[in-house]
């Protein structure tokens, strides 16, 4: 019998532990749609524009060159470089994570005032920065694993993650709850519960299961890995950077705007929380297969495009993409015949129900679009994702601040349609 690639079983592995932990992950938001409310909901999705900024400073382009380096390194043979590399990474993104959650924390007030107008928003944010430093460690390594085309430590962690966060959240729950002046504090403290147990059995599995391996030639300077590292991570956290800042300015914006269509703050954040707290998240149920697709894709590229191999480059690029495509039309056909009722059953929301079935049009192009950036990083085209995805959200900010005030919320879906197709078109362009 054929034995299967190791992108194929990968891909499969992390797929298992995305729709697992997603699973969880929904019994979660219902467990805390019940408990806190749509309007606290939203309160906790509002620390994710300034917290995300953070991760895209700290962590997402060194993890990302990160997997590239390791990958292109075993291609060659060089196992030691590896090592090296990931230490270096480490000792970055620690050093940066804590630099950067101290100043969330010392500026919070001012950061949640000024840029949210959500007093709520405050003690949120400051509990959130204590998981920063745990989730670089944890990216680090993960990435690192990944570039290796074994991803079972970084599957069984998301697991793990998603449990502790549950069990956090039911702990809190029932023990001090009612003393929180915040209610939506209660889902940070599980966030920040998840991350740590994350973090701490990646570590020990790192350090008592990764077997050293060498090539017996003598590693690279850490100079020369160092800068190998921020030529290839400067462009990608310039791109994070900015489509953070771009993705963060639209979250801020969308209940800002909504108040003028509805004149109500308070029922305005519930509509975000709605949206973004229980609708968005049961739409991307699906990508996580093909996040999974992503992640392994990124390194196999990296790899295949050093040792100049095309055959492999095409073929993985081909089929990847007409997954994605055809669960993105079998997507599109459950959520429009089901939204609705899945919102009335799953959410109590009727609300939650005409965004999925409003959102299912955006299933075939939403799924194709991270595999297209995925594909497009590794083969080191950082500039052209970054431009593209720019381009995309700034199609979608156009909507929020010109169109929501006019008709509510419709008008934000149909940017997120337009902006995605947008993106999708350009990112296929330049591949093909």
């Not at 590896?82 to 001012?110: G, H, M, P, Q």
């Not at 197709?421 to 296929?428: E, G, K, S, T």
């Amino acid at each position: 019998m054929k034995k299967s690639s190791p992108f194929v079983q990968g891909t499969l592995i992390l797929t298992a532990a995305n729709i697992f932990s997603r699973f969880i992950g929904f019994y979660n938001r219902i467990f805390l749609a019940g408990l806190i409310g749509a309007h606290q909901m939203g309160v906790y999705q509002l620390i994710f524009p300034i917290y995300l900024v953070g991760f895209a400073l700290c962590f997402h382009g060194y993890e990302t060159a990160l997997s590239q380096i390791v990958a292109a390194q075993m291609a060659k043979g060089r196992p030691e470089n590896c090592r090296k590399i990931l230490k270096i990474t480490l000792a970055v993104t620690i050093l940066l994570s804590v630099i950067c959650a101290c100043f969330f924390y010392f500026f919070a007030d001012e950061l949640c005032m000024k840029f949210l107008h959500e007093k709520d928003c405050i003690p949120c944010l400051k509990a959130a920065v204590f998981a920063m430093p745990f989730v670089g460690v944890k990216a680090c390594i993960h990435s690192y694993h990944i570039g290796l085309g074994k991803p079972g430590l970084p599957s069984v962690s998301l697991c793990i993650e998603q449990i502790s966060r549950i069990l956090g959240i039911y702990a809190v729950s029932v023990t001090f709850f009612l003393k929180l002046e915040t209610p939506a504090l209660i889902a940070v403290l599980g966030m920040v519960a998840g991350e740590m147990a994350s973090c701490l059995y990646t570590v020990i599995y790192h350090l008592l299961k990764t077997k050293r391996q060498s090539s017996g030639l003598p590693a690279a300077s850490s100079r020369k890995l160092f800068g190998s590292l921020l030529s290839l991570s400067f462009p990608l956290t310039c791109n994070s950077l900015s489509i953070t800042l771009l993705q963060s300015l639209e979250n801020i914006l969308i209940p800002l705007m909504l108040t003028r269509f509805y004149c109500n703050q308070h029922y305005s954040v519930e509509v975000y929380g709605i949206l973004t707290g229980m609708a968005i998240p049961f739409i991307n149920f699906p990508s996580s297969i093909t996040n999974s697709i992503s992640v392994m894709l990124l390194p196999k590229v990296s790899a295949a495009t050093a040792e100049q191999d095309y055959r492999t480059l095409h073929r993985a690029t081909k089929y990847s993409l007409s997954f994605c495509f055809l669960l993105g039309i079998v997507s599109f056909f459950l959520f429009f015949t089901l939204g609705p009722s899945i919102g009335l059953i799953v959410f109590h929301s009727k609300e939650a129900g005409m965004f999925l079935r409003m959102l299912s049009f955006l299933c075939p192009v939403l799924y194709l679009s991270g595999t297209l950036s995925s594909i497009l990083n590794g083969l080191g085209k950082t500039k052209t994702t970054l431009f593209n995805n720019s381009v995309s959200l700034l199609l979608r900010i156009a909507f929020i601040v010109f169109v929501v005030p006019l008709v509510g919320i419709n008008g934000y879906l149909w940017g997120l349609m337009a902006s995605t197709l947008l993106v999708v078109i350009m990112h296929y362009r330049k591949i093909k």
